[in-house]
């Protein structure tokens, strides 16, 4: 049976007097595709930067796997299993492909500096773990054969890839893209929409999508949450969001 992995209730984050995420609630269960979406300033980048420590809500609660972790830093956070992307490529241009998904792991590694300076026995298991790990995750996305490319010389989809694979890297059970599909052609985003539908049927890890490509969202999430001006608007299935009055009406209204 599938198992409540995110529970967020009543969030809601204040600027100043500008409440841009008003009493959102939502759930991500085990193995599941979750989407976010809502128009341009809806508060659903504020939302994200909630759930993943960079910004401490104002109000609300954000539960994961019943542990409370509104206030946390983003690498605790990142460490109980919940890790993102950024809406823009935010990769060690000048790395190669390898060196970005190790670099990712070094913080997840349980080492001190004189245990790599002395390379001891556990550090050097540490390290082979971090290059399988990183092997591994770079043939899951098709990224391989560039594994010693420098990562800003790839094309924009496979930068994309690379971010995901980053984070798999670090073994999260919830990952949440914020927009992964923006700036890719056709072909890139039916790549990303595969990856996307692996990583939940093969890897068994929970998504949470904020997307502005219609067609991938309706497509690839098995339930959707609409937000506008910071607050809940509908939450359902595709054909029940495609189909509400509400949500049209807030789309039309935008333009
Ligand atoms: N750090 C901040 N300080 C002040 N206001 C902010 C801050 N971050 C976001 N906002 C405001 O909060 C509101 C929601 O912004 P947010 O970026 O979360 O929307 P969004 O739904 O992600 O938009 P888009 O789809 O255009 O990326 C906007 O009015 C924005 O200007």
């Known amino acids: 049976m599938s198992q409540l992995l995110l529970d967020v209730n009543g969030l809601t984050m204040r600027f100043g007097g500008l409440v841009a995420v008003n009493?959102?609630?939502l759930k991500v269960k085990n193995r599941q595709i979750v989407s976010v979406i809502?128009?341009?300033g809806a508060g659903k980048t504020t939302v994200f930067n909630c759930l993943s420590g960079f910004y401490i809500p104002t109000e609300g609660s954000v539960m994961l796997k019943n542990e409370q972790i509104a206030g946390l830093k983003d690498y605790q956070i990142s460490r109980k299993g919940l890790v993102r992307t950024f809406q823009?490529?935010?990769l060690f241009q000048k790395m190669t492909v390898i060196e970005n998904m190790l670099v990712a792991q070094h913080r997840h590694m349980n080492t001190n500096?004189?245990?790599g300076l002395l390379k001891t026995p556990n550090y050097r298991r540490l390290e082979k773990d971090a290059m399988e790990h990183a092997?591994?995750?770079l043939k899951e996305v098709g990224l391989m054969d560039?594994?010693?490319?420098?990562?800003g010389n790839l094309a924009y989809g496979q930068q994309r890839r690379l971010e995901i694979a980053r984070c798999m890297v670090t073994q999260p059970e919830l990952l949440m893209l914020d927009e992964p599909a923006a700036g890719l052609n056709p072909n890139e985003t039916k790549e990303l929409d595969e990856l996307i539908i692996k990583l939940r049927d093969e890897h068994e890890i929970s998504i949470l999508l904020i997307e502005h490509d219609m067609s991938l969202v309706m497509g690839i999430s098995d339930h959707i949450y609409v937000i506008a001006q910071g607050t809940p608007l509908a939450n359902g299935t595709a054909d029940e969001i495609k189909n509400n009055p509400d949500v049209i009406k807030a789309y039309l209204g935008e333009e």
Not at 146 to 151: I, K, P, S, T, V
Request: zero cysteines.
């Open 23 to 25: 009493g959102v609630n």
């Open 38 to 40: 809502g128009p341009n």
């Open 88 to 90: 823009h490529v935010r």
């Open 113 to 115: 500096l004189l245990s």
């Open 135 to 137: 092997a591994h995750w």
């Open 146 to 151: 560039y594994a010693n490319r420098e990562a």
